[in-house]
């Protein structure tokens, strides 16, 4: 039955509690769909949570696009128990499997995730599958290496991505292909690739699996087409399938939302030494003073990727079981409080591996242990209930200091310890123990607005995407910024883990 209220499949939920932090899904947000105009309708839901226990509602600081429907359950812009984001997975690869037309093709899949905020989905989603290989794309170059093949998302602030397959036989091998994204707005992305990959081989069968399908008729029409225009089955599958109708001035909504709480929290967030706006109207200290700083290089077998940017295979699974593990218990020992709330930090899109790592941790610590990532996505923070994103902490990308990234809903108070995850392609001057030199690179936290690090502050060997095509990172880059911003919100323990680069590329 369709109900077509603002947030129709809404499920009840009780007050928020202490824990998880403000912002992560105790609050009604249904106000916000109200005055963006926006009116769901949920037509199939596997969860039984409803629309609003798997995604949140923000604003975009994106031209293209006015609003963002946040995750609950995938741990990129909002901290989840790894539990969730694992379970989620699961349950996904469960619906591919059992209902969809790759399931139906029988046969160990290829399938393939998207950067970035997709990867650690698609790599939990090819567990569930016994013989799968896994590969996502990627906005990173890597040197030695070319680009097989390269996709456009037109709609995103980031529009290419490449894949660096270390064996291109992934992307010609006639497998049944699951392709992986946690949502569904247009699937104008996935025909594209669905296309591409056809031209370079016919596969019997195509799925998009995604854990919210929200696109509109038309959209759905487009894949029966693709469909018969390739002869094969085009498919897609959710764990939850809604409707969401977006008035031709959500554009003019939004920037009037923004202005209104701005103005309430006295316009503009300003940060002066730490202090910043309140919604109220007060001052508020915005950063708490640093703390301390320790890194590790854990042991990690050579032959062991640290993600699937040049592909995963089945072989992997046993030896990343094995290593998390230990790799946890040396975590373990560097932590303030063990047994306390700890934020486990991926970055971009190496998220699989810190997703992994935190579960492990949880267990050996028995703590309370969340996890989420940076991110490239450029969200407009406001600190008043039901809204998403409450806060933002900027600084200059670990692997890409040219330009911006951001993690959010992060402040002081709200964990005892916090372990951000990075490879060494980001991480190469790093002290190999102790504490690091106090970064430069500084971002701040400005309570409902993301204050931007000083461009003069940061590196200039900065990669930069020119022409369509990456220029490469600087290997000298390191995680300053981030570091030096989180450190304000808690202890920080750096992890730095090697970039596997495949062989012929080195």
């Known amino acids: ?14 007050p928020a509690s202490p824990w998880p932090p403000a912002g992560d899904g105790g609050d009604d947000d249904g106000w916000l769909w109200v005055a963006l105009g926006l009116a769901a309708e949920v037509t199939e839901d596997v969860t039984g949570a409803g629309l609003g226990g798997i995604v949140g509602l923000a604003l975009r600081r994106n031209p293209r696009r006015a609003h963002l429907l946040v995750s609950r359950v995938l741990g990129k812009h909002l901290p989840v128990r790894p539990e969730v984001a694992l379970g989620a997975a699961a349950a996904l690869a469960a619906r591919a499997r059992d209902v969809s037309a790759v399931g139906r ?8 995730g998207y950067c970035e905020t997709a990867t650690a989905l698609g790599h939990a989603v090819a567990d569930g599958f016994a013989d799968a290989d896994y590969l996502h794309t990627t906005r990173r170059a890597v040197a030695g290496m070319r680009s097989e093949l390269e996709l456009a998302e ?83 599958v959710s764990l939850v399938s809604a409707t969401v109708a977006v008035p031709p001035d959500v554009a003019d909504r939004a920037r009037a939302l923004r202005e209104r709480h701005g103005a309430a929290a006295g316009g503009a967030a300003r940060a002066n030494d730490g202090v910043g706006g309140a919604p109220d109207g007060s001052a508020m200290t915005g950063l708490g003073p640093p703390r301390s700083v320790t890194w590790l290089r854990p042991p990690w077998p050579a032959e062991l990727p640290d993600g699937g940017r040049h592909g995963w295979a089945p072989r992997h699974r046993g030896l990343l079981d094995e290593t998390v593990g230990n790799v946890a218990a040396a975590i373990a020992d560097r932590l303030v409080e063990p047994g306390g709330r700890t934020l486990v930090l991926g970055t971009e899109e190496l998220m699989y591996t810190p997703m992994r790592l935190a579960a492990a ?27 998403a994103i409450r806060c933002a902490l900027e600084f200059p990308a670990p692997d890409d200091p040219g330009r911006v990234s951001q993690v959010y809903n992060v402040a002081p108070g709200r964990y005892d310890d916090i372990v951000v995850v990075v ?16 970064p430069e690179a500084a971002g701040r936290l400005a309570h409902g607005r993301p204050r931007r690090a000083s461009k003069a502050a940061w ?20 995680p300053a910024g981030l570091v030096e911003v989180l450190r304000h919100c808690a202890p920080v323990t750096v992890v730095t883990l090697p970039s596997f680069v495949p062989a012929g590329a080195r």
């Open 105 to 112: 093709a029988g046969g160990a899949p290829f399938v393939l």
């Open 361 to 387: 941790l949880g267990r050996a610590t028995g703590g309370d242990v969340r996890y989420q990532s940076t991110t490239r996505s450029p969200v407009h923070p406001l600190d008043v209930p039901g809204y």
């Open 423 to 438: 490879d060494d392609g980001t991480d190469a001057t790093a002290p190999a123990a102790g504490d690091g030199p106090p």
């Open 459 to 478: 590196p200039e060997a900065a990669g930069r995407l020119a022409h369509g095509q990456p220029r490469r990172a600087s290997t000298a880059a390191w």
């Open 154 to 236: 037109t709609h995103s602030h980031a529009v290419h991505h490449w894949l660096l397959p270390a064996d291109p036989r992934l992307l010609t091998d006639p497998r049944p292909l699951l392709l992986v994204d946690d949502e569904l707005s247009t699937g104008n992305t996935a025909l594209g690739t669905i296309r591409a990959l056809h031209a370079l081989a016919p596969r019997p069968a195509y799925t998009v699996a995604t854990l919210l399908d929200a696109r509109p008729a038309a959209s759905r029409a487009r894949f029966d087409e693709v469909a018969a225009e390739l002869g094969v089955p085009v498919d897609v």
């Open 1 to 14: 039955m369709l109900d077509s209220s603002p947030l129709a499949g809404r499920a009840d939920r009780s």
